[in-house]
């Protein structure tokens, strides 16, 4: 049985042993289950933020300038405990702007289990960000009474980079009582992931059971657009799977969706259960409370786990390490040695082995591997010819910037961002088999330049974030797709020949087409 009452969300800390749980849905105040007897740690290691930045081998070199969003669903926060956490750790003052998004409000006080949750997340995500840059962040804290939708909305019009989530619930208990929601979930956040916004959700503190009988993921963080983020028990000398070992009680959340299906981007993950689909999580790092690290709660300093603080530690990381990264997920699963394999341990059902599994995901972060990702790199020039097909790299085509599959008359781009990605395609005369170049999951500040020669072509843009898009298209019968795209400037000529231009949701500032219709 769970150790709480499950009505729609539970939000995912841990408090010396104890958990902080809340509904979404329909109400949202939490509830916490604290033993009677309070017992020592299990291990020794108490971590400050920043010694476990260190670690993870944070880099402390990053200047990212991205907005931390952080959602709540009830608590908190005191200044008081945010200044003197900024004492107790050497950092400058933490500030924090709230944002209601139904007229719910910051309201310490009522429910001290619930302020611990939200003291948790800014001052985890503060002191992350710090760490990595220096400087301290820009924190916006959504206060909702249970609508994850509307506050993607509402992070994305204010501008955030991240958004830290710590609640969630059961998929059985979402499509019981909100059947379809979930999907509306998932639907809002790759809109969101298409303007910029890297959302991570923590995978949940019931194991691979996720408090109920059987099987279960956690919602949000089973979403795709979502880095879904579990949890490990980590010492100064080793790490593993935070989980007892029983699918019943504490440890990381994770498994297999019941809803989504298996997801193309997590290559190398075991193949999912009958009738299942994405594995849970992407991404783990130190959740056990008794190797946890110590916030300010109500003026009192506590050891807390729980995989609400992985959500908003690796928030704090990915502000600093670039702006609207956007949907990098698919970028973490094709960097894969960017993190260390968690080898030991079970959440239940699930155990730790060579390569991603259902409870740690890629395992626990190198923060200075992570970042180079998001490094700017060369332009990348592609030339492919149709006739022959011949795909030709010129400029840095190493792993981190570009990858590219081809099948048949097909070819499939995959940047990564942020990448200055320069193309062009050579389909010989028209009739010819027809170059389609589609690119996707790019974010960032990127540079698209396009050059397609005669012949019936098309291009696809998904869920970029483009500073400058430039398209000639030349003559034939071509067509442009751009889906989910923010671009600043464009400037797309289809040439000659009967030519078609597609925009779905996507928003452009500053316009200039050429024959098209």
Same mark, same amino acid.
Request: charge should be neutral; proline fraction near 5%; aromatic fraction near 6%.
């Given at each position: 049985?769970?150790?709480?009452?499950?009505?729609?969300?539970?939000?995912?800390?841990?408090?010396?042993?104890?958990?902080?749980?809340?509904?979404?849905?329909?109400?949202?105040? +939490?509830?916490?289950?604290?033993?009677?007897?309070?017992?020592?740690?299990?291990?020794?290691?108490?971590?400050?933020?920043?010694?476990?930045?260190?670690?993870?081998?944070?880099?402390?070199?990053?200047?990212?300038?991205?907005?931390?969003? #952080?959602?709540?669903? *009830?608590? *908190?926060?005191?200044?008081?405990?945010?200044?003197?956490?900024?004492?107790?750790?050497?950092?400058?003052?933490?500030?924090?702007?709230?944002?209601?998004?139904?007229?719910?409000?910051?309201?310490?006080?009522?429910?001290?289990?619930?302020?611990?949750?939200?003291?948790?997340? #800014?001052?985890?995500?503060?002191?992350?960000?710090?760490?990595?840059?220096?400087?301290?962040?820009?924190?916006?804290?959504? /206060?909702?009474?249970?609508? /994850?939708?509307?506050? /993607?909305?509402?992070?994305?019009?204010?501008?955030?980079?991240?958004?830290?989530?710590?609640?969630?619930?059961?998929?059985?208990?979402?499509?019981?009582?909100?059947?379809?929601?979930?999907?509306?979930?998932?639907?809002?956040?790759?809109?969101?992931?298409?303007?910029?916004?890297?959302?991570?959700?923590?995978?949940?503190?019931?194991?691979?059971?996720?408090?109920?009988?059987?099987?279960?993921?956690?919602? +949000?963080?089973?979403?795709?657009? #979502?880095?879904?983020?579990?949890?490990?028990?980590?010492?100064?000398?080793?790490?593993?799977?935070? *989980?007892?070992?029983?699918?019943?009680?504490?440890?990381?959340?994770?498994?297999?969706?019941?809803?989504?299906?298996?997801?193309?981007?997590?290559?190398?993950?075991?193949?999912?259960?009958?009738?299942?689909?994405?594995?849970?999580?992407?991404?783990?790092?130190?959740?056990?409370?008794?190797?946890?690290?110590?916030?300010?709660?109500?003026?009192?300093?506590?050891?807390?786990?729980?995989?609400?603080?992985?959500?908003?530690?690796?928030?704090?990381?990915?502000?600093?390490?670039?702006?609207?990264?956007?949907?990098?997920?698919?970028?973490?699963?094709?960097?894969?040695?960017?993190?260390?394999?968690?080898?030991?341990?079970?959440?239940?059902?699930?155990?730790?082995?060579?390569?991603?599994?259902?409870?740690?995901?890629?395992?626990?972060?190198?923060?200075?591997?992570?970042?180079?990702?998001?490094?700017?790199?060369?332009?990348?020039?592609?030339?492919?010819?149709?006739?022959?097909?011949?795909?030709?790299?010129?400029?840095?085509?190493?792993?981190?910037?570009?990858?590219?599959?081809?099948?048949?008359?097909?070819?499939?781009?995959?940047?990564?961002? +942020?990448?200055?990605?320069?193309?062009?395609?050579?389909?010989?005369?028209? *009739?010819?088999?027809?170059?389609?170049?589609?690119?996707?999951?790019?974010?960032?500040?990127?540079?698209?330049?396009?050059?397609?020669?005669?012949?019936?072509?098309?291009?696809?843009?998904?869920?970029?974030?483009?500073?400058?898009?430039?398209?000639?298209?030349?003559?034939?019968?071509?067509?442009?797709?751009?889906?989910?795209?923010?671009?600043?400037?464009?400037?797309?000529?289809?040439?000659?020949?009967?030519?078609?231009?597609?925009?779905?949701?996507?928003? #452009?500032?500053?316009?200039?087409?050429?024959?098209?219709?």
């Amino acid at each position: 049985m769970k150790r709480i009452m499950l009505i729609a969300a539970v939000a995912s800390l841990v408090l010396n042993g104890s958990l902080v749980a809340g509904e979404a849905r329909p109400k949202t105040h +939490p509830y916490v289950v604290i033993p009677k007897h309070r017992l020592a740690p299990q291990a020794s290691t108490s971590w400050t933020v920043a010694n476990l930045c260190k670690a993870y081998n944070f880099p402390t070199n990053l200047t990212g300038n991205g907005v931390i969003g #952080i959602l709540e669903f *009830g608590g *908190g926060w005191r200044q008081s405990d945010l200044d003197q956490f900024s004492s107790l750790n050497g950092l400058p003052k933490i500030t924090v702007t709230n944002v209601s998004i139904d007229g719910t409000q910051n309201n310490p006080g009522v429910d001290p289990n619930a302020d611990a949750e939200v003291a948790l997340d #800014i001052q985890a995500a503060a002191a992350s960000y710090y760490y990595c840059t220096g400087k301290m962040p820009t924190i916006k804290v959504f /206060f909702s009474g249970g609508d /994850f939708v509307n506050t /993607f909305k509402a992070a994305v019009s204010a501008n955030c980079s991240v958004l830290s989530i710590s609640w969630g619930a059961n998929e059985s208990a979402w499509q019981t009582q909100a059947p379809g929601y979930a999907q509306s979930v998932e639907s809002a956040a790759q809109s969101a992931a298409a303007s910029g916004l890297v959302i991570l959700a923590a995978s949940g503190d019931n194991s691979s059971s996720d408090g109920t009988s059987g099987t279960n993921v956690d919602l +949000p963080s089973a979403c795709p657009h #979502i880095i879904a983020c579990g949890g490990t028990s980590k010492t100064t000398t080793s790490e593993v799977v935070w *989980g007892d070992g029983v699918a019943t009680d504490w440890g990381t959340g994770g498994g297999f969706s019941r809803v989504f299906p298996v997801q193309s981007f997590q290559v190398g993950a075991p193949q999912a259960p009958a009738g299942l689909g994405r594995m849970v999580p992407d991404i783990a790092a130190v959740a056990d409370p008794y190797t946890g690290v110590n916030v300010v709660v109500g003026g009192q300093v506590m050891q807390i786990g729980g995989t609400s603080l992985v959500a908003p530690f690796y928030s704090g990381f990915f502000a600093a390490a670039g702006s609207k990264l956007g949907f990098v997920t698919p970028l973490l699963w094709q960097n894969k040695t960017a993190f260390t394999d968690i080898l030991k341990g079970s959440n239940g059902a699930y155990s730790a082995a060579t390569g991603p599994d259902p409870c740690t995901g890629l395992g626990a972060p190198n923060g200075t591997a992570i970042a180079k990702l998001f490094a700017p790199s060369n332009i990348v020039k592609v030339n492919y010819n149709t006739s022959t097909k011949t795909l030709t790299l010129t400029g840095d085509a190493n792993a981190n910037s570009i990858s590219v599959s081809l099948s048949g008359s097909t070819m499939t781009l995959q940047a990564k961002s +942020p990448t200055l990605l320069t193309f062009s395609t050579n389909s010989g005369t028209a *009739g010819a088999p027809v170059a389609s170049a589609t690119i996707s999951s790019v974010s960032g500040n990127v540079v698209v330049t396009g050059n397609l020669a005669d012949g019936n072509d098309s291009i696809s843009l998904t869920g970029l974030a483009i500073s400058t898009l430039t398209l000639a298209l030349g003559t034939g019968n071509d067509s442009a797709s751009l889906s989910y795209c923010t671009i600043g400037t464009s400037a797309i000529d289809g040439g000659t020949g009967t030519d078609t231009l597609t925009t779905a949701s996507t928003k #452009i500032t500053t316009n200039k087409n050429t024959n098209f219709p």
